[in-house]
């Protein structure tokens, strides 16, 4: 086995942790794919195709993490949801990541946004909404996201075939 190959399945193996990091936080995500492209470019052994691939793969990689930021950030500004809030949700993730395997990190999140919002508006009802419209956004912003990694995923594979037939 050559090192081409071995670099090829590499990054190959680090662009579908990467996928996953997009739908579970705490794996790393688009950083990941994009890293894998560039390393893919430079050791892949692909040339002007890794490069290209690198390219193409990092736009879709960068305009993915910027619509998951405008399209979570714009339906937390639309229903007046406070950074606060945001933040709670964040460290009860993390709590909730150590206490409940495998789901603990989506159970805390929701909690600790759910207990911030009723914190804040000192009402079950509103806090529910809210609470709802800012999982939505987060939930609209990762597909978003994951999307476009996935079309990123796809140029990469599409890379090695004209690679490996060239």
Avoid: D, Y
């Avoid at 996953?20 to 705490?26: E, N, S, Y």
């Avoid at 692909?46 to 990092?58: E, K, N, Q, R, S």
């Avoid at 990689?61 to 229903?79: F, I, P, Y």
Wanted: glycine fraction near 12%; aromatic fraction near 8%.
């Amino acid at each position: 086995m050559n090192p081409e190959i071995v670099v090829t399945v590499l990054c190959g193996l680090a662009i579908l942790v990467g996928i996953a990091g997009i739908i579970i936080p705490v794996l790393p995500g688009s950083i990941l794919i994009a890293l894998s492209l560039l390393a893919w470019a430079l050791w892949g052994g692909a040339g002007t195709t890794g490069w290209v691939v690198f390219g193409i793969g990092l736009a879709l990689v960068l305009a993915g993490m910027a619509a998951s930021a405008v399209l979570t950030g714009r339906k937390l500004k639309q229903h007046s949801i406070p950074s606060r809030s945001v933040v709670t949700a964040l460290v009860f993730g993390v709590v909730g990541m150590f206490l409940i395997p495998v789901v603990g990190l989506f159970v805390g999140f929701a909690a600790g946004l759910l207990l911030s919002e009723l914190h804040r508006t000192r009402a079950w009802r509103p806090a529910l909404v809210s609470s709802a419209a800012a999982l939505k956004a987060t939930g609209l912003g990762m597909v978003a996201e994951f999307g476009l990694a996935c079309l990123a995923a796809s140029t990469w594979v599409i890379g090695v075939w004209v690679a490996a037939a060239s």
